[in-house]
T-cell receptor
Framework: DAKTTQPPSMDCAEGRAANLPCNHS???????VYWYRQIHSQGPQYIIH???NNETNEMASLIITEDRKSSTLILPHATLRDTAVYYC???????????FGQGTILTVHP | DTEVTQTPKHLVMGMTNKKSLKCEQH?????MYWYKQKAKKPPELMFV???????INESVPSRFSPECPNSSLLNLHLHALQPEDSALYLC????????????FGPGTRLTVT
């Protein structure tokens, strides 16, 4: 799996878009980028994954650069309930192994 | 039903005890996982079961013994643990083992005294 680098913490105002960056410069061609979040005292929650095209679902959008060396997770209208640790990872799941990065603590302020 | 349940929520055990953690899902998923999470760290994979067979053991000490009695149940048997094994133990499941979308339970907070 590729090593990922995320800022340790970020702040966002409620109602604004939260843009969480992730660097994965050593990603190889068949490795996906995937994001999970973990709200305090809960298990991680899947958010989104993608290979090279931008992806959107009901929770978030994932923007992957053309060279695939970095990506941004976008929460379009952050709420207080989005306060969590956001994990960016890059790799394959040939054998079911997910490897979590160190994570970004996102704090959404009123 | 998209829920993974884990019991117990909290467990305190001595180093000579034997205990078990239980995980259950009714989503028809054929892959199930155990993760260990220490405070302020990301979860780390311990075991993967695919179609009720153990497919990955991440060099976990033998004092942790997983068991998958059927496709809905996953157990983790604990014996002779050390204080450094105190952590949050998370169970997850996915449709198949190649899926990026895993569903996690709330975890069991284990304290070894």
């Amino acid at each position: 799996d590729a090593k990922t680098t995320q800022p340790p913490s970020m702040d966002c105002a409620e109602g604004r878009a939260a843009n969480l960056p992730c660097n994965h410069s050593t990603i190889s061609g068949n490795e996906y980028v995937y994001w999970y979040r973990q709200i305090h005292s809960q298990g991680p929650q899947y958010i989104i994954h993608g290979l090279k095209n931008n992806e959107t679902n009901e929770m978030a959008s994932l923007i992957i650069t053309e060279d695939r060396k970095s990506s941004t997770l976008i929460l379009p209208h952050a709420t207080l309930r989005d306060t969590a640790v956001y994990y960016c990872s890059a790799g394959g799941t040939s054998y079911g192994k997910l490897t979590f990065g160190q994570g970004t603590i996102l704090t959404v302020h009123p | 039903d998209t829920e993974v349940t884990q019991t117990p929520k909290h467990l305190v055990m001595g180093m000579t005890n034997k205990k078990s953690l239980k995980c259950e899902q009714h989503m028809g998923h054929r892959a199930m996982y155990w993760y260990k999470q220490k405070a302020k760290k990301p979860p780390e994979l311990m075991f993967v079961y695919s179609y009720e067979k153990l497919s990955i053991n991440e060099s976990v000490p033998s004092r942790f013994s997983p068991e998958c009695p059927n496709s809905s149940l996953l157990n983790l048997h604990l014996h002779a643990l050390q204080p450094e094994d105190s952590a949050l133990y998370l169970c997850a499941s996915s449709q198949v083992h190649t899926s990026y979308e895993q569903y996690f339970g709330p975890g069991t907070r284990l304290t070894v005294t």
